[in-house]
T-cell receptor, first 117, second 111 residues
C-alpha cells in the first residue's frame, strides 16, 4: 500500500508564474489536508477536502490560492501569480476516517518544496 | 485561539541518554494530540496519537503523556540513538478539521 504521494518534490517558479502541486492520498483514503511550512516554523493548516468538496478552507490565503479534489485523480493545490513569500514546503496528508468533531491519524506525504525566484 | 508551544527549540544529547520533549497548548478542549517526527527533506511520520480520554501512549522506546487540565504533553525517548536525530512536532486537534502544530524541537543525538 503506497503512502501519500506528492509531486513534484521540488518546484521552482519565477514571480508571477503559476504553481500546481499534486497529492495522491493513500489507497482507501477520501480525506485530504494541505499544510504549509515556512522556514523555521511549524506546519499551518490550509484546507481540508473530501472528494469534490471543500470542507474547510479557513487557512487558505484569500487570493491566488485554490484547491480541489476531483472525483478522479489527485488533489491539486494551485497558486497563481506566485510571490517570493510563497516559498515554503507544502505538505499533503490523508486520512481514512473523519468522525464528527475529530480527526483520525493523518498520514503525510513527503512534501513539495516550492522556491520562488 | 489554540496555540501550541514546544520547548526546547533544539536539543543536543549524547547517545544513550534518556530525554524529554515538552509540548504545551493553550486550550485544554482538545480531541487528540499527536507526536510526529520530521526528517530533513522528508514528510512527517506519526509516532504516537493520544485521544483526549487517554493519559499516555507507548511505542517501543517512546512514551507520550497527556495532561489536558494543565495543557501539557511530554514525549519521552529512552536510550536515545543517533538515528533518533530529527525534528519532533507536536500537534493538537481541537475539533473540526484543523490540526494545530507546534514549531518543533530539533533533536541531535551524538554518537
Amino acid at each position: 500500500n503506497a503512502g501519500v504521494m506528492q509531486n513534484p518534490r521540488h518546484l521552482v517558479r519565477r514571480r508571477g508564474q503559476e504553481a500546481r502541486l499534486r497529492c495522491s492520498p493513500m489507497k482507501g483514503h477520501s480525506h485530504v489536508y494541505w499544510y504549509r511550512q515556512l522556514p523555521e516554523e511549524g506546519l499551518k493548516f490550509m484546507v481540508y477536502l473530501q472528494k469534490e468538496n471543500i470542507i474547510d478552507e479557513s487557512g487558505m490565503p484569500k487570493e491566488r490560492f485554490s484547491a480541489e479534489f476531483p472525483k478522479e485523480g489527485p488533489s491539486i493545490l494551485r497558486i497563481q501569480q506566485v510571490v517570493r513569500g510563497d516559498s515554503a514546503a507544502y505538505f499533503c496528508a490523508s486520512s481514512p476516517l473523519q468522525l464528527a468533531g475529530q480527526t483520525d491519524t493523518q498520514y503525510f506525504g513527503p512534501g513539495t518544496r516550492l522556491t520562488v525566484l | 485561539k489554540q496555540e501550541v508551544t514546544q520547548i526546547p527549540a533544539a536539543l543536543s544529547v549524547p547517545e544513550g541518554e534518556n530525554l524529554v520533549l515538552n509540548c504545551s497548548f493553550t486550550d485544554s478542549a482538545i480531541y487528540n494530540l499527536q507526536w510526529f517526527r520530521q526528517d530533513p527533506g522528508k514528510g512527517l511520520t506519526s509516532l504516537l496519537l493520544i485521544q483526549s480520554s487517554q493519559r499516555e501512549q507507548t511505542s517501543g522506546r517512546l512514551n507520550a503523556s497527556l495532561d489536558k487540565s494543565s495543557g501539557r504533553s511530554t514525549l519521552y525517548i529512552a536510550a536515545s540513538q543517533p538515528g533518533d536525530s530529527a525534528t519532533y512536532l507536536c500537534a493538537v486537534n481541537t475539533g473540526g478539521f484543523k490540526t494545530i502544530f507546534g514549531a518543533g524541537t530539533r533533536l541531535f543525538v551524538k554518537a
